[in-house]
Every structure is written in C-alpha cells, then in structure tokens.
C-alpha cells in the first residue's frame, strides 16, 4: 500500500534531482545558488547533494556568512561548492551541491581510479582527465555527497578570523577546522546526504523488493557507497559460502539419525563411532572451510574494491582527519606543511594507555560473568535451604542484575573507548575507524561469548553448551526478525507514512526537512557485530550443534532483504568514505577461524564418545588429549599453509597492480626532478594550491 | 709471511685496476680495447672487470666474432662493453670492461638506488643522472661485475645468425639466448669477475687479519655484493644477539650447580624446584628471544638493504631470466614483447610434480632412519646371540651404510631440485635461486635433525637427547673449525702461496690466468644451511642443554674470521646479483623459531624432574599435558603478536618509502600519458630500445 505511494511519488519526479532542482533554481532566477568560479562548471542543472541543518538562533547575517564561505573559491579559502539558502535567507537550512571541478580535483586527491580510455582501471589524474571515459559523470552519488563532505571537513581558517552574528569566544584562530567549530559553536547541527528519490526507489525494486537472489552490488555502491556495498558482498558471500556445511550438517544429522534408530533395533554395539566421525566431518571441515571461505572472500573484496575504483586510495597523503592535532611541521612524505604526531608517542599511548584500559573492561566482564555464577549458585543455596515467596524473588535477582551490569559496562565502555582512540590520535580517518572498531568489538565479542567459553572450558558441560547454543541460534533469530523486520515495518508505516502522503504539492524544502526528521543511521557496526558473532557460534562450537550452518543461512537469508530494507528506508542518507575492504573486520573474522581450530579440537575431546571410544580402544586420557593436540598442530599448519598458497589478489589485479607501479616507475624516472627535496619554504600549504598541475605547459 | 707478499704486490700495483688497465691499454696502444659507441663514455683508463674464459679448440675468427659483438652497441643486438682479446688475437682469454653508459643504463634498469643530491637515496633515473652525487663512480666494484655478467647474459639474437668458426647445428635462432648457446657450444667456458687485488688487500685488512669486533660491511658489500655483505651482517648480528642466552644459560648452569651442591649437604627435599625453573626460565627467554632476534634482524636488513641501495630492485619489470621459456607474448605489466608462462602452469607443476617428488624423498630420509633403527636393534641382538668377530664387525654395518645412503641421497636430491625448479620456469631468478634453495634446505634441514627429533618424540630419552646434542655440539664446533680454518690455511699456504709468488714480472694475463685456477666459490648456501642447523639446535633443545649459546657464540666468533679469509683467498670471485634481504633464509628461520615453541613445551613436559614435581603436587599427567599445551598455546600467541608489534621496517625507513610512493604517484598524474594500452605493434622489443627516455626534449 505505502510501497505503491512511494512508487507514485517517484515516478512524478521523474528525472530525479534533476528536475527538481531546476524547478527549485527556477523559483528564484537561477542565482538563488552561489555563482560557479571556473566558466567549465556553468551548468543549466545543479543537484543538491547535502543538506546543512542550522541551529535556530542563527541570524541570516551568519548565514550569508557561511554561505559565502561554502561558495568560495578554494584558493580564497573557501570549500569551491555550492551553495543555496533555501526558501528565504533566514531559514535553517542551506543546500550543498558540487561544481564538476572541484569534484574532479577531489577525485584525484582521493586516489579514486575510473575507467580509463584504454579499458582498465587507473587512478584519476586531473590533468589526464579528457582521456578517462564519460569524465563528466563517472561520479556515483556516493562518492560526490562524500566529497562534498570532505570539503566541508577540510575547511581551515588562512586567518585569525571573527564569524559575523557569533561572540568573541568563537574567534577562529590560524588553521582552526572551520566546520569543527561551527558545530561546537552550534551554527550547524546537522550535515547530510540527501536521498535521491528516484534513484532510491530503483535500488530499491532491484534489492529486495522482489525475489531476486542476486543483490544489486554496483548500484549500491553507486547510491550508498563502498563500505556499505562491501558489508553486502560480505553478507552475500558468506551466506552463499553456507550452503557447504548447512548440506553436509543435514547429512549428518540425517545419517546419524539413521544410525542411531537402526541401533536402536539391532542393539548399541559399535553405534557411537559413525556419528563420532560424523562429527568430527563436520567439525574439520568447518574448520578448513573457514579459511578457504576468508581467503577467497579477500580475492572477491579486491576484485570489488578493484571494479569500485577504490584499489589504490591516497588516504595516506591527503590531509589529516580533522580531529587529528600535532605541531606544525613538514610532513616528510608529501612535503607538505601539516600537524605532525609522532608514531612513537601514538604508540606509547595505545600501549601504556589504551591497552590497559581495555584490558581492565575485559577484566570487569569476567568479573562480572563470575559474580553473576557465584550469586546464583548462592541464591539457589538460600532457595533450597529456606524455600519462601523471598528467595524465589530472589532467584532471578543475579541475571537482572548482571544483564543490568553488562548494559551499563558496555554503554560506559563506548563511550570511553571512543575517547581513547581520539586520544591516540590517529593521522588517518580509516587508521580511527579500525582502532575505534577493533575496540568495541573485542569487548563486544567477549560480552557475548564469555558464558560459552565458562560453559566449554571451565565446566566442560557439552550437553549444556549444546542446549545453551541452539537456544541462542533459535533467539537470536528471532530477535532479529523481529528487531529488523517487523519493528521496521511498524515505524515505516505509522512514522514514514505520514510524511509521505504530503509529497506532491510541498516544496522541495519541506521535503528535504523530512528527510532530516528520520533518525540517523547507526553505522554498520551492528550489522558487522551480528555477522561475526554468528560466525562466531559456526566456527568456535560447529562440532556440538551440526545444524548451525542451516539456521544461519536461512537468518542470512531474510537478513539480506531486511538490512536492505532499513538501510533505504528508515535512516537518513548517511555519508560513507570509499574503502578498499572491510577493515579489520577481516582481521576479526580471520583470527576467529584460527582459535576455532583451538575450540573445535577441545569440544571433540570432552564429548563423552570420544572418551568412551578411547577407553574401548585402550587409549588413556593423556594419549587421547595428546592425539587432539597433534591433530590441532596439523590442522592449524594445514589452515596456515591454505592461506598462504591462495593468493590474497586475483592473478589479473595482480598484473594491473604491478602494471601501474610500473608505470609510476617510469614516470618518476621521466619526471624533471622526481622528488623536490621537501623544503618548508616552498612546500605547498595545502593539496588545495596544489591542484593546478605545475607542469600543465609542458605537457598540453 | 705470504701475507707480507700479498702486501708488497698490493702496493706495488697502486690505484689498483686502474694502473695496470693503463698499462695493459699501453702495450697495444690503446685499441687493444673495443671502441667506445658513445662520446661520454670514451676514457683514458679502463679498468678491467670480467675474464672470458673461451674454450681451447675456438678459433680466432670465432673469438674476433664475439668480441666484436661484445663491443657492438645495444641498438644494434651487442652487449654495449668493452672487450679486449688478451696477449693476442688467437689467445684463450677475453676481458671485459663497461663503459659508463652502459653501466648507467643498467642500474637504471635493475633499479638500484643511489644518492640523490638532496641526500636520501633515490631510485637512480638515466635521464636525471646529473643530479645523483657522483654519478659517474657511484657504482661499486660487485655492481659493475655483475652488470657485465647481466649485459652478457641478457644478449639475444636479433635474427637467425651463424656463428663464424662454429658447426651449422650451432646456428642461432631469432631471440636465442647467445651466452648459453655459446656456454653449451663449448665456446665460453667460464665467465668470472676479476679481483682487485689492491682492494682485496685493504678489504681483509680490515675485516679479518686484526682483533677487531665490527666487520667493514659497507666494503663487504662494495667489494662482492650484498648477498655477501647481507650474510655476513647477519652472521655478526646473530652471534652478538647469543650474547643474552649465552650470559642466561652461564647463570642458570652456575646456580643450578651451587643449589645442586647445597642440597647435596642439606639433603634433596624441594631441590628440584629450583632447577626445573631455572630450564623453564630458560626455555622461555629462548623462545621469546628468538622472535625478538628475527624481527629486529628484519630492521636492521631494512636499514642495510636502504643504505646499499637495494630497496626497490625491479627484477620482476626487467628482462626474464635467461633459462626462462614460454610463447612469445605482450607482457601485460611492462607491456614488452617477451616469453610469456602462465602462473597457474607453474603453480600446477608445482603443486603436481615439485611437491611429490620432495615428499618422496624426505620419505626416502625418514625410511633410511627406521631402517638404520632397525638394522642397529636386528644387528645388536645378533651380536647378543652369537657374539663373534663377525657381528662385532656387523655393529658397524648399518651406520656406514646409513651414512653411504644419506650422502647418496643428498647428492641425488640436490640434481633433482635443480631440475624440477628448472622445470618450474621461473622468470625472474631470485625466484629461481629461493625456490631451489627452499627444496635443498627442507631436505638438509629434515637430514640433520631427523635423529634428533626421533629420540625427542618418539623415543622420548631427553638425556639420550643431551648427550647427543652436546656432542654434536662440540663435534661440528671441531669440525668446524678444522674445515673452516685448518684447511684454508693448509690450501693457501701450499696451494695459493706458490702463484703469489710470481706476481712481480708476469704479463697481466697471465694474473688474470691464474685467478681461472682458483676453484670457483660454492655459494652461500653451505654458510647458511650451517647458522641454520645450529639455530635449531639452539631453540629447538635450548633447554635440555643450557650452554649451547655459550658454545655457538664462542663458535661464531670465530666463524666469522674463517669464513670471511674464505672468500677472500680461496676462491674466485663470484658473481652476485643485488638483492634486498636474506630471501628464503630469512622465512627458514622465522619458521624454526615458532616450531621451538612446540618442541621446548613437549621437551619441559617429558623432563622428569617436572613429571615428578607434578606428581608430588598431585597433578595428573593429562593435567600436566593440558597446562603444557596452554603454555605453548600462549607463547604462540605472545610471540605472533611481537612480531607484529614490532615493525618490519624502522619508521625512517618506511617514510621515505611512502615519499617515493608518493612522488612516483605525483609524477605519474602529471607525465602526458601514464599507461600507454600494450599493443603489441608499438610495444618495445626489449627494454635495450626504450632507454633514450621519449620525452627528453619536453624536460631538458
């Protein structure tokens, strides 16, 4: 019903932000958009691209102010886009848009490669620019709202600087980050992409809203970027790479099944080693599946980051991230005056700072799960000795307050993570993201996994662990129903509705203000955490609970459609910045396979077959636990060797790596002086100056 | 005494090769040198750097052909040297020198780097060559040898060709390899750069005829190359890092005595506490110092392979090695016509033939073993029975013919390596030599310590295990020393001495002559096989026999001397290619050092004194097992996670890569085209053609 309106809405607005921006450049005479500097950008149509949303009590004279700051040329020090107010000059919003330039200038800064005239992927090269193909549009929408953030991020006063409208106290200081201290000063409160209705309703029919079963990859890196277009391969990928162990968990439990009935008929004799083996099957060859699937998810993730352009991004030589601090200096790399920090000073953070800090959350977690086991086996003590209304009160009074303990760890421990890795002051944005992530997620991943673990190894209680493992697929499942299908259907129909009815005759810009109504989106962290938690029950316990594999690939399945879904239809457009992987969530899932092999040996050990099988067979417990031993040294052997001998990169990335580094090679050697020595004189301020190439003359 | 003639003849020859390359030039007044093509290149002097041996029966009509193509230009199918016919026309001898040019142009190609005026070290560019300090000397003694022996060997025939004076089955094809055609004609029998015995002279002096503590290494590396100088860093670096073990292993030997003979008086109640900590202590350190030994080796090898210019060598953009085949194709990298062999060809004859054939005959050594344990436990009893002067000459019977096969073996193995990694086609040759050595040294590896590891884990004896090491321990020190030492004074002195003796009157050929009469130099491949065998003896058993660093340093110190005088005066100077850090070897020992985990963990558990502690604690032996295997489980980790703490390469290091990276990506932006697409028709036959840079007139 709602589908078939938003279908309507679409098709009126047909041509996307196209038209609908001329209509809205129309209705004030084309100027209502700041003038475009460089005569190659004048176009008939501009799209709007991001919203800026400003604090109320901002008067216009600010506003004009920013404006101005936003349209100005980037040698002036201004950000060189666009900019229009809005519906009048004292409304809070302002729209951003992007002239082709500095779009294309920000292309090469960004180490983006595009389809060369020759047919393969090169980096761009600004002033190569006519010999890459269709150079006008190769953009994505992704990566144009992404450099229009990046531009507004890259903002830095040339000059001790008072903003009109603001008090003293928000003077901006030399190489102040202008767009930091808007925020702080609260003159902006919101900056994001803008959804393209039209494009948004095409993703989304090639998505999920039929039964498709191939997602749409390179749309949704072209609308949403490539993080979330990696995590979508990813969960694709993996999901896919089940069917594997889901077959042969039904064969197993199938044939032991059997076995186990025939057994029953003919009488227990020799029953117990077929579904030993069967389980052993499984459990080694989930273990090598693991890896073989994680190596040839990393030849998929460069062949994607390849087809996406994002290969060989420049993250390193641009500038710092803007919440990156350090004395001014040269930077020896690019030559560049910048803040520098000393790695060893980062370094002596994370170790002296970071790492115990960590360590003492990880602490309280344990601490926390063994409380928690103390007061229970004490409150079914007072239970059993006293028995009144009181103690069976009391019985559940430890889970609640260990859940209540664990919450607020975890709510605590973002928060303090987060100022840890600004503390450790990362150069890089990507270098933040990982460390910030690799954070949350050892704490997250122990959180849930500590009970498995107390429950594996501490009390060696297989049944227990078993019992406990399926209840948790079967819940989890259904949380997660719930949580991703059905609650965002509810919000979508009784929040999203409403504002979607009042589309045909509103202006544009109480259209974009909806957008700015819906929550913004939380990041993939979540979606990642659940993967690899899940990952985590397959791979660290496969061996106790052969039907894992099944359950998780029909969650996977319904997963695709409904993290598809919230992602198009109930956050705000969030911005992504281009990335050649998943980060360390490769790490986190490769390392995961690697003590799987260490878990799996250790449940087949303890299963009471085994040892019964030992005994018939004469083995004692020490040569039993010595076998396991040497079967765990060969299969970790055996998983390093898999990852070594698959090669990371497909043999054609390979070649067209090594092809660009040879060509870089040559150009170096041909170039006047391949490396000015870096001198802090000469040395250009900033990329921004730099962007006209120097040697334009000789070479055109 | 010989030393003191050495001396005089180095002093009378001063400005070494020079003078006597002026004088030799003299008698045949100037031409006896081929012309130079270039006008820059054309000297007074011309040092001489190369002997071609030729075969007895080549005629002079066959020696002036190959001179003559030695002396043509590049362009035109030569080797662009210089080449001088000896005493006369129709003698057995040609010498080889390189013009300046040529010389550039080569370490271009190899990508070697040289100082750069700015005073880091840059990749050296042909076209900017004014703007490396000293460019016309930079080259080093090893570099300008090696770039002959590259130049010869890289000699094609443009068309199909006769040689003059050779049979017609000897006629070259188009594109065939002239030096091997000619090696396996019979017309060149060897090919081996010349000493300079004047540098030889300073060279040893300060390497190995004083007290002194440092080696020149910097000379080592101008003087035979740096895969000399790189295993001669690593030799020292490896034994001062013996130092902590050693000074460890005295501590704990000395108070486990004292506390041994304490408790003699006292009486022996908790006495072994001590002493089982005092190995573990041990066991531990070596463990751990092990990685932190290869991870700051792989620093150091960083710094010295950046200050001898061999960071960014660019074998795998040059000419294929000459043994490499395959169809004539574009090379997609380089975009260069030039034999073509698909990876996966190679990789399937790897994974098909070279992996069997390996495993065949390490299963061949394991057999021998079993066959000797057999054959000795068979013999044994038969002497038991019978007890004669036959089976008492029987005893002996399975080790000789245990020895006779090993040694058999070894000689057979080391044919069939050569052959499969031939058949392997590699095409650059660092992968030809590193795959060839990896086979050899598995085998040798597997050969030494078979023995050792049959009595660790399989007969479980660690004071059989004791002894044996000790004495294999102090017997290779002895034979060490005997062969290293005794004997390359006793050859020097018997065999060296009496062509030392004639310097003074002989017409120089007749020097370079007797040079062809040394034998030529072995390889390096013995001098590493031998580090590595004790640096398993060291951390695979370092704690059944605490002194064996005490023994290996004392050992080391003076291996150094020995192996330096060896390549000094025994042998001809060998030919080596530059490359950037130990290659295979420096994997073998990183593997050694995790797999000593495992056999110290299992070493601990079987000591006695351990099984008898835990007994007395009331631990069972499968409890004893698990905390064995926790133990080792943690030291893996600790250990995997120090090598990636700490760096690869120090930090300088890595910025001034990153500046490199940086400017060849500025560069390659800013050239007119940066990839020309590989079309076959434009592509340049070899890199020969393309080193007048295009663009010269757009940047001078």
Redesign the interface.
Known sequence: MDKAGGDQGGAEVKAGGQTLLSRLSASSVRPGWTKVSCPCCVSERVEPLVLVKLGEKVGPETKRWLIKLIGAPQTDGGAGLLAHPGEDASGDLIIVSAPRCTLLRAT?EL?LCKL?R???M??F????RN?FKDSGRFLTLAERQFIVKYELDGLRAQRDLRIPGLLDIYTLQRRDNIWQKLQSAGVTLDTFPLHNTNKLKDLSEAWYSGNQLAQPLDSVNKYFGSPVAFYFSFLGFYTWSLLPPAILGVCITYFSEIKSNSSQVIGSEDDSAPAISGHMLQAVFSMLWSTIFMELWKRRSASLSYRWGTLHL?E??AEPRPGFHGNLGVN???GRVEPLFP??QRELRMALVSLPVVGLFLGLVVLGMMGFYWAEALVQQLNEDWDNMLTQILLIVPSVLHILFTNMLATVYKTVAQSLTEYENHREESAFQNHLTAKVLVFTFINNFAVLFHIAFYKQDVPLLRKRLASLLIFTQIINQVTEVVIPFLVDRFISAPHRTQREDDPQQDKFRNQSSLPPFPGLFAEYIELLVQFGYLSLFSCVFPLTAVLLLLNNLTEIRSDAYKICKLFRKPFFPPVANMGVWQVAFEVLSFVSV?SNCWLLLLSPRLQQMGQENGM???NL??SA?LVE?VLIIVKVIISIVIPDEP?WIR??R???E????Q?????????P??SPLLSRPASKLSKV???EE??S
């Open positions: 090469e180490g060369y020759s047919g393969d090169e980096a090269s600004y002033q190569d010999n420049t390193r030589f020896p790399v690019t790695d060893w260490v004692s417990s020490s636990l010595l031993v040294h043999d070649k067209k090594e092809h660009i040879f060509s870089s090679m150009a170096l050697r041909q170039s006047p002086s391949p490396s020595p870096p190439p120097p040697s000789l070479t």
